[in-house]
């Protein structure tokens, strides 16, 4: 079967699982347990991936926070300084095509009080940066703005966002979730104040995941979210995962030395598909930013295809996602595709085709081949697809 939903999930490298094995059963310590050589070794580990992480981001060691994943490093950032800085004001700033781990924590909040600006995008999924300036005001304490989206791969403008952000003396989040190991990521450069990141999205195991955490100028403070034991410097108690974090820490450390050269094989191989499949179909469209993009990921629209149906045509072989694996069991639309105007009917004809390390290349032509049988299967039986082609303006 051929795996094409690295957005979803990625395998975790067998580098990775090399590394983690040992913390399972030979070295069985907790990280807190200081009095005894097996806590001193699970101590060193976590050091060393919170090193691993740090030099990855150009960020000191104590500013990076470990959580059981992503999810909950957004919680604890946009949840920490909402409550921390509530005497400042109770506004937050976000975007429409944010992933649901940002926005349902942003809905959570309004039902406490908090007040949430919602920013549209344009139909290639980018913000305005006048409209973000425009909304940020007086009593903003934050604006959170996902560093590159994981259903169109579009990467938003995160220097600009920064120095807007500094300029007006507002801390700044970014889910970056997608991003940390397909592209350089250096928050402290570019004014990013937190930034959630996850280990199941570039090679490492699931259940693990970070937040970095602004030290200095500003030195940014968060209410804990989770009580008991005071551990990650009373961010975060709980006893750490040393396994996942080891394994963290290694993927880490791969993708500091090979994400350069792979995301040119990665690009080489999207726009493969991509090429293939806009020339030998009608009616197939890009969903995002042609440039601005993470390298693996294709979004497109097949009009007049239910992509489910499509996807039905060819599942067994080839796994590929019609939107985030996060709402999978959601019926309705995506909402990024909505929020990028692309309606109903173009959201629920698009499938997310992500590529990744383990890929080969001969599996680009057979991917290609499938869809365009399956596309062209479903529009020979299809009445709307034929008043189509007959000139018959039926709207999709």
């Known amino acids: 079967m051929i795996y094409l939903d690295n957005n979803a999930t990625t395998a975790t490298d067998p580098r990775v699982l090399e590394t983690m094995l040992p913390y399972f059963y030979e070295k069985p310590g907790n990280a807190a347990s200081r009095s005894h050589p097996y806590g001193w070794v699970a101590t060193e580990a976590v050091d060393l991936a919170r090193e691993q992480c740090a030099q990855l981001f150009a960020a000191e060691t104590r500013e990076v926070i470990f959580t059981s994943g992503a999810t909950e490093a957004i919680n604890l950032a946009i949840k920490g300084v909402f409550e921390m800085y509530h005497r400042k004001g109770k506004h937050i700033i976000t975007v429409a095509t944010e992933h649901k781990a940002v926005l349902d924590t942003c809905h959570a909040l309004e039902k ?30 934050l604006v959170a703005v996902m560093w590159a989206n994981n259903e169109t791969g579009v990467i938003q403008p995160i220097k600009e966002i920064g120095t807007i952000c500094d300029r007006k003396g507002v801390l700044f989040f970014s889910d970056a979730t997608q991003a940390v190991g397909k592209i350089p990521v250096l928050p402290k450069a570019v004014g990013v104040h937190l930034m959630a990141f996850s280990a199941h999205k570039l090679y490492g195991p699931k259940g693990v995941g970070g937040l970095f955490v602004n030290h200095r100028a500003p030195r940014v403070r968060l209410t804990a979210q989770l009580d008991g034991g005071g551990h990650e410097g009373g961010f975060r108690s709980g006893t750490l995962n040393v ?37 030998d179909l009608e009616e197939v469209q890009l969903n995002g930013h042609p440039t601005s993009r993470l390298a693996h990921v294709s979004n497109l629209i097949f009009r007049f295809v239910d992509a489910e149906a499509l996807m039905a045509t060819f599942n067994r072989d080839i796994a590929v996602s019609a939107g985030s694996a996060c709402t999978s069991a959601d019926p309705s639309p995506s909402h990024v595709l909505i929020a990028m105007g692309k309606g109903k009917g173009g959201a629920e004809s698009s499938i997310r085709f992500s590529f990744g390390r383990f890929n080969q290349s001969n599996e680009v032509d057979q991917v290609a081949e499938a869809v365009i049988r399956g596309v062209n299967h479903l529009r020979s039986q299809s009445p709307v697809w034929e008043m189509f082609k007959e000139g018959i303006d039926v709207g999709g």
Do not use: C, F, H
Request: glycine share 8%.
């Open 112 to 141: 406490r009080g908090g007040e949430v600006t919602y920013l549209s995008v344009d139909e290639q999924g980018m913000i305005s940066l006048e409209e973000l300036e425009a909304a940020i005001r007086a009593d903003t304490v």
């Open 243 to 279: 396994p996942g974090i080891v394994g963290m820490g290694k993927a880490i450390a791969l993708a500091a030395e090979e994400m350069v050269p792979a995301s040119v094989q990665l690009q080489q191989w999207r726009d493969q598909l991509e090429n293939r499949l806009l020339q």
